[in-house]
C-alpha cells in the first residue's frame, strides 16, 4: 500500500534556493552538484560520471544535474533523504512542479523584491516531462547499483508494463516510446516558430555591425544550432566552395554545411574590420567579442545580441527561431529532397524534419482569408440579374427553374 503523507501541506511548502550545480573547468569533473553546507553530492556525483561514460555530453551532465538539483531542493525542503524516498514523496514534487511553479530568484540588482522561496511562474510541460526522465533514470542507476531504494520512487506506468510491447501497433505509423513514466506529463505538440520575412527583415537592419550581420545571415542559411555556428574557426570557412564547418552539439560530429553567399559577404567584410585586432590561425575561434579585452564569443552574448536587435524591431524572435526559418525555407523548396534538409540539419530520423512540412501559421491565415474573400465573390456573381424588358417573370422562372411553388 503507498504511504501518503498526510501532513504535508504543498500549499504552505517554500523551497528554498539551495545548492548548487558548479562547473568545475575539471574535464573528469564538469559538474559538482553541492548540497546547502557546500558538500558534495556524491550519489549524484557517481551519476554523472556513469553519464560521462557513457560519452553523454558536457550539455547532457549540466541538464540532467540542474533537474536533480531541482529534486534535491524539494527533498531538503521536505526533510527527506534521497533513499529514501517513495512514490509519496515522487507525487507531490510533480504535482509541486505543477501547481506551485519556479520559486521566484531575486534580481542582484533589487535582492529585497523576490526573496528566495517565493512563488514564480509555473513549469513548462517539457521541463516537467524532462525532469521525471531524469529522475526515473537516476533511481534506476542506484537501483542496479544495490545503492538506493528498492522501489524506484518515480515507476512507469502500469498500464504500460503489462503485455507485448508495440502489440497493437499499426504497421503503417511510426513506432512510440513504450516506456512512459507514471507521473510524466503530456506534452503538447508544438510547431516550431520560425521568422516571417517582413519581421526578419527589419531585425536585420537594426543589426549594429558586420559581425552581428555575418552571423545571423550564416544562422538563417544554415540552420545550425546557435553553440554549432559558434565552434566554427578560422580555418573552417570555405568562401570558394560556400561551406563553413561547425561541431555538430549532440554527436561531437565535424559536419560541412552550405551558406548563402551574402553570408559570406558579410564575414569579410567583418575580417576586414577586425583583421589587426584578432589572433591569426587555423584553429582559432572564427567568432569574437567587439569589445576589449577580446574574447571567442559565447552563446549567451550571441543570444543577448540577437535579443536586443529584435527589441528594437518590436519582435519576440529567439536566436534559435532563425534555425527553424531556415528549416522552413528548405523544406518548402519543391527542388531540395527532404533527405537533403535532414542531412544539414544533423536530425537523426527523417520524421524530426518532417515537422517543418507543417504550413506557417501566417501562410494557412493567408490562405484562408483569400477563400473566404474567393467565396465573397462567387456569392456575388451567383445573384440572380435582372431581366431585360419584355421577357415574362413565369417564363423565365420555368427555363432557370427559380419558381418555388
Given amino acids: 500500500m503507498l504511504e501518503d503523507e498526510s501532513q504535508r501541506d504543498l500549499a504552505e511548502l517554500l523551497v528554498p534556493i539551495v545548492g548548487a550545480l558548479e562547473e568545475t573547468g575539471d574535464p573528469w569533473e564538469p559538474?559538482?552538484?553541492?548540497?546547502?553546507?557546500?558538500?558534495?553530492?556524491?550519489?549524484?556525483?557517481?551519476?554523472?560520471?556513469?553519464?560521462?561514460a557513457a560519452d553523454r555530453s558536457e550539455a547532457t551532465l549540466r541538464s540532467y544535474g540542474m533537474d536533480l538539483l531541482r529534486w534535491m531542493r524539494f527533498l531538503w525542503a521536505i526533510g527527506s533523504p534521497w533513499d529514501r524516498a517513495t512514490r509519496a514523496e515522487a507525487r507531490d514534487f510533480c504535482r509541486w512542479m505543477l501547481v506551485a511553479g519556479k520559486p521566484a530568484r531575486p534580481h542582484w540588482r533589487r535582492p529585497d523584491e523576490a526573496p528566495a522561496g517565493t512563488v514564480?511562474?509555473?513549469?513548462?510541460?517539457?521541463v516537467r516531462a524532462h525532469s521525471e526522465t531524469v529522475l526515473r533514470r537516476f533511481y534506476d542507476f542506484h537501483l542496479d547499483a544495490g545503492t538506493g531504494p528498492i522501489i524506484n520512487p518515480f515507476p512507469l506506468d502500469r498500464s504500460r508494463r503489462a503485455g507485448r510491447a508495440h502489440a497493437h501497433h499499426n504497421p503503417m505509423e511510426p513506432h512510440r516510446n513504450e516506456r512512459t513514466g507514471l507521473y510524466r506529463p503530456k506534452v503538447p505538440t508544438r510547431i516550431p516558430r520560425n521568422i516571417p520575412d517582413a519581421e526578419f527583415n527589419e531585425i536585420f537592419a537594426r543589426l549594429p555591425s558586420h559581425r552581428d550581420r555575418a552571423l545571423v545571415a550564416f544562422y538563417v542559411s544554415t540552420g545550425a544550432r546557435a553553440s554549432e555556428l559558434l565552434s566554427a574557426t578560422q580555418g573552417g570557412v570555405d568562401p570558394g566552395r560556400q561551406l563553413i564547418t561547425v561541431t555538430?552539439?549532440?554527436?561531437?560530429a565535424v559536419q560541412e554545411l552550405p551558406a548563402s553567399s551574402d553570408a559570406f559577404v558579410w564575414l569579410r567584410l567583418y575580417q576586414v574590420e577586425m583583421?589587426?585586432?584578432?589572433?591569426?590561425?587555423?584553429?582559432?575561434?572564427?567568432?569574437w567579442t567587439l569589445r576589449r579585452p577580446l574574447r571567442p564569443l559565447t552563446y549567451?552574448?550571441?543570444?543577448?545580441?540577437?535579443?536586443?536587435?529584435?527589441?528594437?524591431a518590436g519582435s519576440t524572435?529567439?536566436?534559435?527561431?532563425?534555425?527553424?526559418?531556415?528549416?522552413?525555407?528548405?523544406?518548402?523548396?519543391?527542388?531540395?529532397p527532404l533527405t537533403d534538409v535532414q542531412s544539414v540539419l544533423g536530425h537523426a530520423l527523417l520524421t524530426t524534419t518532417q515537422i517543418y512540412l507543417t504550413p506557417r501559421k501566417e501562410e494557412v491565415i493567408r490562405r484562408?482569408?483569400?477563400h473566404h474573400a474567393e467565396q465573397v465573390r462567387q456569392?456575388?456573381?451567383?445573384?440572380?440579374?435582372?431581366?431585360?424588358?419584355?421577357y415574362r417573370p413565369e417564363t423565365l422562372d420555368v427555363l432557370f427553374g427559380t419558381r418555388t411553388s
Avoid: N
Fill in 31 to 52: 559538474f559538482r552538484l553541492i548540497d546547502p553546507a557546500g558538500a558534495a553530492v556524491q550519489p549524484v556525483a557517481v551519476f554523472l560520471r556513469d553519464l560521462q
Fill in 120 to 126: 514564480g511562474e509555473a513549469y513548462a510541460p517539457s
Fill in 248 to 252: 555538430r552539439k549532440g554527436s561531437g
Fill in 275 to 287: 583583421d589587426e585586432l584578432l589572433p591569426k590561425g587555423r584553429r582559432q575561434p572564427l567568432w
Fill in 300 to 312: 549567451h552574448a550571441a543570444h543577448r545580441m540577437f535579443e536586443r536587435a529584435g527589441e528594437a
Fill in 317 to 336: 524572435a529567439t536566436l534559435h527561431a532563425l534555425r527553424h526559418t531556415a528549416a522552413y525555407r528548405m523544406a518548402e523548396d519543391p527542388d531540395l
Fill in 368 to 370: 484562408v482569408l483569400a
Fill in 379 to 390: 456569392a456575388a456573381q451567383r445573384v440572380t440579374p435582372t431581366p431585360a424588358a419584355g
